[in-house]
Every structure is written in structure tokens, then in C-alpha cells.
T-cell receptor, first 116, second 118 residues
């Protein structure tokens, strides 16, 4: 049963610290999405990649957030420095190759980030 | 640009009653539409999708949705609610850029929380 995996599942950190979240997309999927979910804003798209190339990161605060795909099996989202307003659940999702243009996405379980 | 609007942030039904969650879309091109479900402390899960093959789409767990172009709607229904259906449901539309291509990006609605009472 192929799944998107995310680590860590929970992260508590102090303001100003660097946070790195990792995602392993489903093998063979060629699109990767990073979302942030909060009660106030709902689900927000931060960035997404196709064939490891960034297509759109306009949803991310550029000064502190960065997203990369070092290889096809790993996507990372970094926050440096972190702030309390970054507290949220961060989801990674991947999309299968045949679904290009269709929008079928498979979500990971999320990383719950708390910045104090 | 494509968008979806979910009518009602909270819906409450009794176990065994009909479930109806409303979604209206806006799109200048034929849309691809989706319903996703999120159970507590989990990621979103694809429930069903409309990709122009058939207007009545059946999904998992007994849910179905009907695409109505004249009403720009894609409402989600289930004949008989079960306690395990309690979750948040998101309607989504696939985003097509100015060039007419899409890479699977979605625009999500604000979500509807479904509560099922015994």
C-alpha cells in the first residue's frame, strides 16, 4: 500500500530556530505539493514541483521559507527563522504521472509544527 | 481562474439520514472536480473525481456526486449517513493556466465539517 510519508509528525521548537520537514512521495509520482493548514486560513498551497523542478512557490514567505527536491524520493520544506505564526499542520502530497492536469493528489499524514 | 465555493461550513445529520454537501464551481474551461475527505489528525484522502467521463460519479464509502453544468454544481451525497462519515470534506477544482495546461494543481474550497448524530 503505497503512501506519502512525512517526518517528523510533530515538532515543537522555539522562535528563531530552523525547522526542516521531510516528505517521501509515492514512488513514480512526478508532482509534489506542500500545503499549510490552519484554522484561520484553511488549506494553503505553499509550493509545488513537477519532475523535481519548482513550478510555483508564490504561496511561501520567501524570506524565511524554502522548498527543495534533492532527488525524486525526497522533498524538504525549511523555515529559518521560525516564528509563532508558522504554527500549523504542514502537508505534503504527491500526484501520479498519469494524473497530470487532473489533480489527483495523495496526501501524507502531515507535520504538526508548534513554534513557541 | 478556477474556484469553488462550499455552502455551509458545518452540516449536521442523524445516523441513517441523507448527507448532502454543496459545492459550486467557477471555471472558464471544462473543469475537473474533486471531493476530498479529511478525518481527524489525518491528511486529505481522495473521495471521488469528475473528469468529464460521466456526470454521476461514484466514490468510496458510498458517496457520489453529480456534475451539473447548468447549475455549476458538484454536490456530494450519500443516502444513509454512518457515524464513521464524520469528517471534514473539501471540494476542489483543477487549475488550468493561461496556456491551457495544468500540472495537477488544485484550488480547494473552505471545507465542510460533517457531524453525524446517533
Amino acid at each position: 500500500d503505497a503512501r506519502v510519508t512525512q517526518t517528523p509528525r510533530h515538532k515543537v521548537t522555539e522562535m528563531g530556530q530552523e525547522v526542516t520537514m521531510r516528505c517521501q512521495p509515492i514512488l513514480g509520482h512526478n508532482t509534489v505539493f506542500w500545503y499549510r493548514q490552519t484554522m484561520m486560513q484553511g488549506l494553503e498551497l505553499l509550493a509545488y514541483f513537477r519532475n523535481r523542478a519548482p513550478l510555483d512557490d508564490s504561496g511561501m514567505p520567501k524570506d524565511r521559507f524554502s522548498a527543495e527536491m534533492p532527488d525524486a524520493t525526497l522533498a524538504t520544506l525549511k523555515i529559518q527563522p521560525s516564528e509563532p505564526r508558522d504554527s500549523a499542520v504542514y502537508f505534503c502530497a504527491s500526484g501520479p504521472r498519469f494524473s497530470d492536469g487532473l489533480g489527483e493528489q495523495y496526501f501524507g499524514p502531515g507535520t504538526r509544527l508548534t513554534v513557541t | 481562474a478556477q474556484s469553488v465555493t462550499q455552502l455551509g461550513s458545518h452540516v449536521s445529520v442523524s445516523e441513517g439520514a441523507l448527507v448532502l454537501l454543496r459545492c459550486n464551481y467557477s471555471s472558464s474551461v471544462p473543469p475537473y472536480l474533486f471531493w476530498y475527505v479529511q478525518y481527524p489528525n489525518q491528511g486529505l484522502q481522495l473521495l471521488l473525481k469528475y473528469t468529464s467521463a460521466a456526470t454521476l460519479v461514484k466514490g468510496i464509502n458510498g458517496f457520489e456526486a453529480e456534475f451539473k453544468k447548468s447549475e455549476t454544481s458538484f454536490h456530494l451525497t450519500k443516502p444513509s449517513a454512518h457515524m464513521s462519515d464524520a469528517a471534514e470534506y473539501f471540494c476542489a477544482v483543477s487549475v488550468v493556466n493561461a496556456g491551457g495546461t495544468s500540472y495537477g494543481k488544485l484550488t480547494f474550497g473552505q471545507g465542510t465539517i460533517l457531524t453525524v448524530h446517533p
